[in-house]
């Protein structure tokens, strides 16, 4: 006996202990992921290299992805495909650092002769080109690195034969990179031979003006566009007599001979009177705006929807109340907000927002002809000096930003983040600033030299202020709390607000435990206390077997046969939460009007007398679902729902009156009339006394339906619809259908606990109330559920767990909709579901991978504090039941 006690204490201790370690691990795992989200980004330089190109002479200059190689583009039309020698190489060109890395030209190309490059337009993350030329023309094409992996024998021969080439031997370590033919090979750290090399396209000049071309931008085309119909490529320019022109060419691809045939055209922007002479010129990502912006901040948005009649659509002023210049106005990755920079170095984001989306009047006063603003929603720190270079990452919202002061910042545009800042070396202006495209690398031109740095910038991306407070993102009228993980194009904006994650799993928690916990408790307290031993034993088993039934049939069903049936009964449905609880009340004060020996007879079958109310009650809401939806919601809920502007908010106000009003009586009952109804007919024959009970409970319940009626007509009198809030547009699986599903599901849980912790009462205390006079529910009200509250509140937070981290139910019939709306009728995604949905989908180390693992760290949280709370009041109620 000895040996089982001191075998089942260690067996005890040492799962307790284990426990208690696992849950510790766990966090640890959590916290070790989530930690590296908010480490800062670090910059290191790698090398520092003469310009190849003289002073005025660059157009353009352009890394590949790899960080290998690059393009240079001068004035007199020379393109230059070159490598990036490493520091560990001697310098073997003209530019080039004793001892340091240089640049070494791999292939020369001549792409204009004749006449000299004025102007380039190229956007960010993609290939396209288009050059202005001083005779007037424009020319559009592509500057695409084209890649390939090589047999390593076609290397070897190649090296072999070429006499005085660079040894292949070169080519020995991960990352080493050689000049192959035409382009730049460098061997992987799978030891493979990857070759790159700049493929030029360029199509025939369009004559545009008779003088030079002093400005361009254009309209990236899609990488993915379809081959079939007509294609359009879209520039504009600003000419040297400073001419606004717009041009469209039109390219159409024979299905039979498969030639392209191009014709362009031309046209005239308005004249805007504020606009002086333009110093930046661009079109929007989605090609309907042309924006014009000089160097006093003055700026011109034309709308290009219809190129036969263009209009102004509006005037902004970048900088008000400011003597500052523009220095700089260029796109950021996706071609919606656009940056600005000016000579005091502030730095801002500008996108366009509807007007008609706003809620406020912040922005009545602007004059707009088609109904949108552009809306500076970005604010940056400011700089040390003028900007004087911008550049723009080809994969995320980050940008850099030189100033004249020879120090460059990492800003991201979405979180406004600050990501690092830049010294470079020689403290001149800087003149040049590129964002490596896999944003692993940055270069930076200042004096003469440019600097290559080693760039890891963290998650610029999540701050914790984009994860739990509102981000202004494009194309929205305001700042938002959004989640949106996955998007078709890298331009998209992704979104990692956590609130409507957990405004989700408090919704979803709320209205279960709303539906399941006051059932849970009362048939625990019915069966502890009221039933017989044989309806207790049945009963008992009957609900504890509803926990083995698995959540994802539960969730089946509730998707495909719970969610289908309430929709087309929703008015019914409505009226049951009332009208069922009213029908088992009415019975319950029915049974009192039975003479005393009948019902004294029938005590033990008196569930089964109120088997037919509750029936009775489900049919008489089913009949009054017609009825109700024809006097409250104009006939169709649904229509009701989504249309505030027609009939009332009666209909709405009263789901929520009318339980406050049955409290409000309840209470008024309790303390008020009730007393003083007891001391004038407690004297009076039962019959009489349960005849004048009866009586009181219909006037009670009509007046519970007159003063809700009243609260809310008087509500909607002052104009407060609750449409849009606690109820809206109807969603076949929303809140209700999980919160009565769920509310099944935890049923089990909360009934068990609560009814072992009600049986432990000791019966002297029941004795003792019952020999006092007191009536059975009496004594079940003020001596046994008092002494078993610390049971029953552990009961609730065992339950309130066991929602907070339903996955399946939630997921298969909530809709799946990451939204912050309190609405009933609308669905909801919580953290546990949004877990188990993208964790397979989320690429290992990335921004959204690690966002879900603090998304499982945030519910940790959660559940420990309620949990611990929990247990405090839980010991309070405890102490006080030991003094009882």
Same mark, same amino acid.
Request: aromatic letters at 12%; one cysteine or more.
């Given at each position: 006996m000895r040996f089982s006690d001191v075998l089942s204490e260690g067996v005890i201790t040492v799962g307790g202990i284990g426990t208690i370690v696992a849950v510790c691990l766990v966090a640890l795992v959590l916290v070790m992921e989530v930690i590296p989200l908010f480490r800062g980004a670090t910059v290191d330089l790698l090398s520092e290299r003469d310009v190849p190109w003289q002073a005025g002479q660059i157009v353009h200059f352009e890394l590949n992805e790899y960080q290998t190689m690059g393009w240079l583009l001068t004035r007199d039309g020379t393109l230059q495909t070159i490598r990036l020698t490493p520091p560990s190489e001697e310098g073997k060109t003209t530019g080039s650092l004793a001892g340091g890395a240089s640049f070494e030209v791999v292939q020369e190309t001549k792409l204009a002769s004749g006449t000299e490059i004025t102007s380039i337009s190229t956007?960010?993350?993609?290939?396209?080109?288009?050059?202005?030329?001083?005779?007037?023309?424009?020319?559009?094409? %592509?500057?695409?690195?084209?890649?390939?992996?090589?047999?390593?024998?076609?290397? &070897?021969?190649?090296?072999?034969?070429?006499?005085?080439?660079?040894?292949?031997?070169?080519?020995k370590s991960p990352g080493d990179t050689a000049i192959f033919k035409d382009g730049v090979v460098q061997l992987t750290s799978q030891g493979q031979y990857r070759f790159q090399k700049l493929v030029p396209t360029l199509d025939d000049p369009i004559e545009v003006s008779d003088t030079p071309i002093a400005l361009v931008d254009h309209l990236p085309q899609e990488s993915n566009a379809s081959g079939l119909g007509a294609k359009e490529k879209v520039f504009v320019v600003l000419t040297g007599d400073k001419q606004l022109k717009l041009g469209v060419v039109t390219e159409k691809k024979s299905l039979l001979s498969g030639k392209v045939k191009r014709s362009s055209q031309v046209y005239d922007l308005p004249v805007a009177d504020r606009l002086?002479?333009?110093?930046?010129?661009?079109?929007?990502?989605?090609? *309907? *705006?042309?924006? =014009?912006?000089?160097?006093?901040?003055?700026?011109?948005?034309?709308?290009?929807?219809? !190129?036969?009649?263009?209009?102004? =659509?509006?005037?902004?002023?970048?900088?008000?109340?400011?003597?500052? &210049?523009?220095? &700089?106005?260029?796109?950021?990755?996706?071609? %919606?907000?656009?940056?600005?920079?000016?000579?005091?170095? *502030?730095?801002?984001?500008?996108?366009?927002?509807?007007?008609?989306?706003?809620?406020?009047?912040?922005?009545?006063?602007?004059?707009?002809?088609?109904?949108?603003?552009?809306v500076k929603t970005h604010q940056f720190p400011a700089g040390p000096a003028a900007v004087t270079s911008f550049g723009a990452s080809s994969r995320s919202r980050m940008f850099l930003v030189g100033y004249e002061s020879g120090t460059c910042s990492l800003f991201h545009m979405t979180t406004e983040k600050h990501v690092a800042d830049i010294e470079v070396p020689g403290d001149e202006p800087v003149q040049l600033a590129r964002i490596a495209p896999r944003d692993d690398g940055l270069l930076l031109e200042s004096g003469g030299k440019i600097a290559h740095y080693a760039l890891s910038p963290g998650f610029p991306d999540i701050t914790l202020t984009a994860l739990f407070f509102p981000v202004w993102y494009e194309g929205y009228a305001e700042p938002l709390n959004m989640w949106q993980s996955s998007s078709s194009k890298i331009e998209d904006e992704l979104k990692f607000s956590l609130f409507p994650l957990i405004s989700g799993?408090?919704?979803?928690?709320? !209205?279960? @435990?709303?539906?399941?916990?006051?059932?849970?408790?009362?048939?625990?307290?019915?069966?502890?206390?009221?039933?017989?031993?044989?309806?207790?034993?049945?009963?008992?088993?009957?609900?504890?077997? +509803?926990?083995?039934?698995?959540?994802?049939?539960?969730?089946?069903?509730?998707?495909?046969?719970?969610?289908?049936?309430?929709?087309?009964?929703?008015?019914?449905?409505?009226?049951?939460?009332?009208?069922?609880?009213?029908?088992?009340?009415?019975?319950?004060?029915?049974?009192?009007?039975?003479?005393?020996?009948?019902?004294?007879?029938?005590?033990?079958?008196?569930?089964?007398?109120?088997?037919? +109310?509750?029936?009775?009650?489900?049919?008489?809401?089913?009949?009054?679902?017609?009825?109700?939806?024809?006097?409250?919601?104009?006939?169709?809920?649904?229509?009701?729902?989504?249309?505030?502007e027609e009939g009332t908010g009666l209909g709405g106000w009263l789901l929520i009156l009318l339980p406050a009003s049955a409290l409000a009586m309840l209470a008024f009952d309790g303390y008020g009339l009730g007393g003083y109804w007891r001391s004038r007919v407690a004297r009076l024959p039962r019959s009489l006394f349960s005849l004048i009970g009866f009586v009181k409970f219909l006037v009670l319940v009509l007046a519970t339906l007159l003063l809700a009626i009243a609260v809310g007509?008087?509500?909607?009198?002052?104009?407060?619809?609750?449409?849009?809030?606690?109820?809206g547009e109807y969603d076949q699986r929303n809140s209700m259908i999980v919160g009565f599903v769920m509310g099944f599901a935890v049923i089990p849980i909360i009934y068990t606990i609560a009814d072992d912790a009600l049986s432990t009462v000791p019966a002297h205390l029941r004795s003792a109330s019952l020999g006092c006079g007191a009536t059975p529910w009496?004594?079940?009200?003020?001596?046994?559920?008092?002494?078993? +509250?610390?049971?029953?509140?552990?009961?609730? @937070?065992?339950?309130?767990?066991?929602?907070?981290? %339903?996955? +399946?139910?939630?997921? @298969?019939?909530?809709?799946?909709t990451p939204i912050e709306d309190w609405n009933l009728f609308n669905g909801f995604r919580t953290l546990s579901t949004n877990i188990a949905i993208e964790l397979p989908e989320a690429v290992q180390g990335s921004s959204h991978y690690r966002v879900l693992f603090l998304s499982a760290l945030v519910l940790f949280l959660l559940t420990f504090l309620i949990n611990t709370v929990a247990e405090v009041v839980r010991l309070y109620f405890r102490r006080r039941a030991v003094q009882l």
């Open positions: 956007s960010t993350g993609k290939p396209d080109i288009v050059l202005g030329f001083a005779d007037g023309s424009v020319r559009t094409g %592509e500057l695409r690195f084209e890649t390939t992996f090589i047999d390593p024998i076609e290397i &070897k021969d190649w090296f072999t034969e070429q006499a005085g080439g660079i040894s292949s031997a070169k080519l002086k002479e333009p110093a930046f010129v661009l079109i929007a990502g989605l090609g *309907n *705006n042309v924006l =014009a912006a000089d160097a006093d901040g003055h700026l011109a948005r034309f709308s290009i929807r219809d !190129y036969d009649d263009i209009q102004l =659509a509006e005037e902004v002023d970048l900088l008000p109340d400011s003597e500052a &210049k523009l220095t &700089k106005c260029d796109w950021i990755l996706g071609r %919606e907000t656009l940056f600005c920079g000016d000579s005091e170095g *502030n730095c801002s984001g500008w996108f366009q927002i509807r007007l008609e989306d706003r809620q406020d009047d912040t922005f009545a006063d602007r004059e707009s002809s088609d109904g949108f603003a552009l799993t408090f919704k979803a928690t709320f !209205y279960s @435990m709303l539906f399941g916990a006051p059932l849970a408790l009362l048939a625990a307290i019915y069966t502890s206390e009221f039933a017989t031993r044989r309806t207790r034993t049945v009963v008992k088993p009957a609900v504890e077997m +509803m926990a083995s039934l698995p959540s994802v049939v539960l969730g089946f069903v509730a998707a495909l046969v719970f969610a289908p049936i309430v929709e087309q009964i929703i008015p019914a449905c409505l009226a049951s939460v009332f009208v069922v609880p009213f029908m088992v009340l009415l019975g319950g004060f029915l049974w009192q009007l039975l003479p005393h020996r009948l019902s004294l007879r029938i005590q033990p079958y008196r569930l089964l007398f109120l088997l037919p +109310m509750l029936l009775a009650g489900i049919y008489f809401a089913y009949l009054l679902g017609p009825l109700v939806e024809s006097w409250l919601f104009l006939g169709d809920i649904k229509y009701w729902l989504v249309h505030p007509s008087l509500f909607d009198f002052v104009g407060w619809d609750p449409r849009g809030s606690y109820i009496q004594t079940t009200l003020r001596i046994v559920i008092p002494t078993a +509250m610390s049971g029953l509140f552990s009961a609730l @937070m065992i339950g309130l767990g066991r929602v907070t981290g %339903e996955t +399946m139910i939630v997921l @298969m019939a909530g809709g799946n």
